[in-house]
């Protein structure tokens, strides 16, 4: 029986680093049994456009992509319970 793995990954402010933390979890050798979780804390920087547009060179990921969208800032803690709350897998990272 196979694992699966659940990535958390916060979007606030980290329109400089999102690009680089993306690539290297999507490029990762686990093509299967994982899925990455980004939970967009109202963030007023271009972090999700540009998760959005990186997403599209890795169309393979699409399917294990959840964006997931507070109606308001809540801070890191509530951004990780949120993800988390959405996870399915049987380990779980936070980045």
Known sequence: MEMLLSVLVPIYGVEKYIERCATSLFEQ?????IE??????CTKDNSVVKLLNLLKKYPHRISQVKLLEHSRNRGLAASRQTALNHATGDYVLTV
């Open 36 to 41: 990455f979780i980004f939970v967009n804390d």
């Open 29 to 33: 050798t686990l093509q299967d049994h």
